[in-house]
């Protein structure tokens, strides 16, 4: 007998006949003879509804009341569930982040895990029961509170039962095939990945990839956790997402997929004096405002001048922050002006095979190149290539890899609405 | 320093403006010097609304996952009012029947408490924090699992704290003034009471009064606990429900006030053999059915046959039930027939007075007499007598009676909306 975990989103449990329908599928895989966990979100718009009503009270929330209002959502979502599994003559019980035993640290919002003791789940499964556990919530132990896991918390605590039940495979249910060599919207000939190993997959999602978060894909990776990303509507096989064994030998492709991201600002500190510890000054500066900084690049600096730009991505909404934090030290920094740009996209191409294949990122520059695409920034890590276009252009660019690295399927990638969170 | 507990139903934290006003006026007793406990209901309607969700999902909703759906909405609700109450500057912290260590049997749906072990709430006012704890709910410390109290369960999770905390004053926040000598819809000349013995009380909630639930004012007569029953629209004394005690002279007006119930039917086993064990053989058979039995007479035989008639009471929504558990006897219990009539209504006039004060029945059967009204049963207890009339007759009725003992105050009384459940 197998142990499946599952996570189903809002958007598949958005109302009572989804719920049903969902409840099958759980049914289908408990009758296959597998013991079953399902780690559930929110219905539907619920937690946006939820935030709503805070905002109505109070426009800056408790943070620990605010994780308290919060897992209302999954409550009701898991409860309805367990019913709906119950009322088809299986043994199903929901549970609570806190009953689960999903122990966080005590950052309301943004909880991390750090310990994970199903003792209740395991003793409902030895009795037979399907569980049902409430995503994204967590409780800390020192504070007895409650605790959310921030975006895409679900697929975390999805991932984080497996690791801990031992789990022989985690199914991110959602509503696409599974991971795409690129995003099916914008190259329609984009092919549904088959296996990618969960290096890949990191590198695809913080690319911008949004089928996975990073944190459960991390999480994953750490704990040796496999995950099958799939449609909830249907019964085809979706992604695997693996993590190959040490000295285990891979028929990898060189490259996996494309990934791209249009949430991204540019700032650039211009006329930066190239003497040592400038760069850990500006980061020390902008650390403090903890921005995710993603992309950084320090140009070779002009030898008449002695002066050289260092420039920057971040989320855009993190821009206007970091903007001032440089702006309020620019005499002790030195530097001549800040550039902001809010108008670009990043084009990031994965793929393990490109640790041992030269020529990638030469062939990835001659195609943007011959599609007359300028290229305003490069960052690479070892299995990577990221590049920063103009917004405008950076759907054609990722079309052009897409077919520059014979990424092309044979036919047109079926795209269904939404994004599945 | 004085703790007190307040508790406020759904009609009061319906939305976002009511819960800030709430906040308000939970912030205003605490800058009074009063430590502070809070019990909440779920807003407005919630609770209705996730019973349409569970129905929508199965008709026969495993009540494990009923609770745990159902107590979803108190979270919100006080969540809510924390947020409300840190944004006005003050500590406050929100609680759930767990966390507050609120124990109970695990009869879900109905639960009753065992045990309260409000450890983490004396922790918070002992650090100058204003508490919420959310109504209706609790759990079992054997399963671990979730429980709900039943209709009422705010005002019993409210008096249950103030016991457990030793509370100087439980205040039950609703949306009329307070306990009156009649409902002032009915008769607009009755009285705010500003005192009663819970005693009284009881029997005023028993014979149809719906401000208070009778669990809630049972739990304060045993536990000895001093309720305040007043409107959350206004500053206004309303009703202290008090336990006398032992040996206490307490100046007791002879008659407290007239309750009419509306929601009952009357069954009448008709030609049953008067000989001893019929009438328990008949009300085993309904005890077996859980129907909550209020009146029961008995009428003397006719001589001739040797038969008498039984009838009782019970609640309308129950009477089928009861009708069908004694058809499928009747053999067994050998009566001739069953009637079964739902156009009745009930009138209890209460008062400790009574007890030593001959004529209070010849005069409530004369006043009625002289309106015209037909007495169908009568039931009398030491503090209360109830008579059951045509539906039609009760509001007459109960003016009429509410007249006669002298009840009726100057002046008219004012009368909201709703009944602040």
């Not at 600002?265 to 190239?274: F, L, R, S």
């Not at 030290?329 to 990043?346: N, T, V």
Request: hydrophobic share 45%.
């Amino acid at each position: 007998m197998s142990l499946i975990v599952q996570k189903f989103g809002g958007s598949s449990v958005a109302d009572a006949e989804s719920i049903k329908r969902v409840a099958k599928r759980i049914v289908d895989a408990r009758k296959s003879g597998n013991d079953v966990v399902v780690a559930v979100s929110a219905m539907g718009d619920t937690t946006d509804e939820l935030l709503d009503l805070a905002r109505e009270v109070t426009l800056l929330p408790a943070p620990r009341e605010l994780d308290m209002l919060l897992t209302a959502g999954e409550r009701i979502s898991m409860a309805l569930l367990a019913m709906a599994i119950k009322s088809m003559g299986y043994d199903a019980r929901s549970f609570t982040g806190s009953q689960a035993g999903m122990i966080t640290d005590a950052q309301h919002g943004a909880a991390r895990i750090v310990d994970v003791t199903p003792v209740r789940l395991q003793s409902a499964l030895d009795e037979g029961a399907i569980v049902i556990v409430a995503g994204f919530q967590g409780f800390n132990r020192v504070t007895g509170d409650i605790t959310t896991l921030g975006r895409g918390g679900s697929d975390t605590t999805a991932v984080a039962l497996a690791a801990a039940l031992n789990a022989d495979v985690c199914e991110i249910y959602t509503d696409v095939d599974g991971i795409f060599t690129a995003d099916p919207r914008v190259v329609p000939k984009a092919r549904k990945i088959d296996r990618i190993t969960s290096e890949e997959m990191l590198e695809l999602a913080a690319g911008g990839a949004k089928v996975l978060y990073i944190r459960a894909v991390e999480y994953a990776r750490r704990h040796g956790v496999t995950l099958h990303v799939r449609s909830s509507f249907n019964n085809n096989e979706g992604t695997i997402v693996y993590n190959p064994k040490n000295g285990e030998h891979v028929e990898e492709p060189i490259i996996a997929g494309v990934a791209a991201d249009m949430s991204e600002a540019k700032i650039t500190v211009v006329g930066v004096p190239d003497i040592p510890g400038k760069a850990a000054q500006i980061f020390t500066i902008v650390g403090k405002t903890n921005a995710n900084i993603d992309m950084i690049v320090q140009n070779v600096s002009a030898a008449a001048t002695g002066l050289t730009d260092i420039s920057f991505t971040l989320p855009k909404s993190e821009a206007e922050t970091v903007l001032n934090a440089l702006a309020a030290d620019r005499d002790e920094i030195g530097y001549a002006s800040l550039q902001h740009d809010d108008q670009i996209g990043k084009l990031a191409l994965v793929g393990a095979g490109m640790r041992s294949n030269a020529g990638v990122s030469a062939k990835l520059f001659t195609a943007l190149f011959e599609a007359g695409i300028n290229i305003e920034m490069i960052s690479t890590s070892e299995i990577r290539i990221s590049v920063v276009t103009r917004a405008d252009s950076i759907n054609d660019a990722v079309r052009v890899v897409h077919s520059a690295f014979g990424l092309d399927g044979d036919s047109e990638a079926v795209v269904y609405a939404g994004t599945g969170r």
